[in-house]
């Protein structure tokens, strides 16, 4: 145990000096937003299917569009708590400019050039439409500032080191999709990009990255108990119209009540277009099958 | 006077043989009420997405068992000592004995939302929509914070 935490910390060493031009941030090319003009009511509909209020909402607040902060994500690595990412200008993110924004969203850069821990989900919106990102800025906007401080995170060496995320980001982060689109690009973009279902749906490797041999195969769940269903065809025998409706009305086909996390998922997408949810629908039903 | 009929169906989910399992007996009749919701909404649910017809009487009646099941006492079916912490064979989260208030009202808005179906369901399939819309959200408040996935 005491060698194999010796061979970590070396690892850890050795990837900070050798694989700084690895683990150096890479930020967005501003000139790409040129141009773009957001539109608030748009962005509403790119952040209710992206689930920003899922993380970013007090936890046990009534008010899910506050967006102060403070749920937790416990992972094998320490104990992560989403920030305050209201328009109040200290406590918030108001001080920050687009570009900024879209390097947190899309590249998990930080202003001063640190990177996020993937907890935040920017390895799914980094295929995120410009005009999108655009939009959704344009919304959070009009949000109420909080002015409660973000809470520390609970991460113990060598995670804490924000530079050994750059290294992790290079071996895993990608913006290709994984599943041809065939005839449903929204799906794809609903279901890999805003919505990054395969978040919670696919299994991770040891180092905490989805398995993408094993696309949506289900996962053990990451807060404790019990597993996060798979929804491949060899698991999952719903018709496409069974799983719009349960994105709908959280109702499965038997009549069972959805619960956990998946309760937020379902309740954004009951704010959707019934086109969104149906696309959704035909990209789980279009999944392949896994072979165990 | 619809209790001892949901009762009666109460006895009927037990007695499968997929429930006889060596879990202790409120275990198994809390989550046998569970099952005669399900039942229900299925009925109702059905008619609402029009892949079964609309028939006012079976509305009314599964309307009606919903409310039955929400006039059951909760008490005797959650002792301590029951949550997924303790046990195998359930997904009751031990949250819910620190917040028992809460899990109670919780409980309370499922019965409200049962009601107003009730009143409902038997004028006409497009009042089915609305009120499973309300029920699923009592389902789901719940699930969301005192039920671990499978």
């Known amino acids: 145990m005491r060698s194999f935490l010796k061979l970590l ?3 850890a060493i050795v990837g900070a000096g050798i694989g700084l031009w690895v683990t150096a941030p890479n930020r967005v090319d501003a000139a790409r937003f040129d141009g773009l003009t957001g539109d608030a009511a748009r962005g509403e509909t790119v952040f209710t299917a992206a689930g920003c209020a899922s993380c970013h909402h007090a936890k046990g607040s009534e008010d899910k569009l506050l967006l102060t902060g403070g749920m937790e994500f416990v992972s094998d690595f320490g104990t992560f708590y989403a920030p305050n990412i209201s328009p109040h200008p200290e406590a918030g993110i108001g001080g920050w400019s687009f570009e900024d924004f879209a390097n947190a969203v899309t590249r998990g850069v930080s202003p001063e050039g640190q990177h996020y821990y993937p ?32 809470k520390p995170h609970d991460v113990g060496f060598p995670f804490n080191i924000r530079r050994s995320v750059g290294g992790w980001k290079f071996l895993f982060m990608s913006d290709d999709y994984v599943i041809e689109a065939a005839d449903n690009e929204r799906g794809r973009y609903l279901v890999e990009t805003l919505a990054h279902c395969a978040e919670c749906h696919t299994p991770r490797n040891p180092l905490g990255a989805l398995d993408k041999a094993r696309w949506m195969g289900g996962a053990p769940n990451p807060s404790g108990s019990g597993t996060i269903p798979a929804l491949t065809p060899d698991k999952l025998d719903w018709s496409a119209a069974d799983v719009a409706y349960y994105l709908e009305s959280g109702f499965t086909p038997s009549f069972d009540a959805v619960g956990g996390h998946m309760a937020e998922v379902v309740e954004n997408f009951a704010a959707l277009p019934a086109e969104d949810r149906e696309a959704v629908a035909a990209y789980i039903k279009a999944l392949p099958p896994l072979d165990e | 006077m619809k209790t001892p009929f949901a009762a009666l169906a109460l006895l009927a989910v037990l007695g499968t043989p997929a429930l006889a399992q060596d879990l202790p007996q409120p275990v198994k009749a809390r989550q046998g009420q569970f099952n005669i919701m399900a039942l229900n909404l299925g009925v109702l649910g059905g008619m609402a997405r029009g892949t079964v017809e609309y028939d006012a009487e079976a509305a009314q009646a599964a309307a009606d068992s919903l409310v039955a099941v929400s006039s059951l006492s909760q008490g005797a079916m959650w002792p301590d000592g029951t949550d997924d912490g303790s046990i195998a064979g359930t997904r009751a989260k031990a949250d819910i004995w620190g917040n028992m208030d809460d899990f109670t009202s919780k409980w309370a808005d499922f019965g409200e939302a049962a009601t107003a179906m009730a009143a409902a369901a038997g004028t006409g399939r497009d009042a089915l929509g609305p009120n499973m819309g309300a029920l699923g959200n009592a389902c789901k408040a719940c699930h969301d914070t005192y039920r671990a996935p499978e």
């Open chain 1, 9 to 11: 910390v070396l690892a």
């Open chain 1, 119 to 150: 907890a935040f989900p920017y390895t799914a919106y980094t295929k995120m439409q410009d005009q999108d990102l655009s939009d959704l800025w344009a919304y959070m906007q009009t949000l109420d500032p909080s002015d409660v401080a973000s």
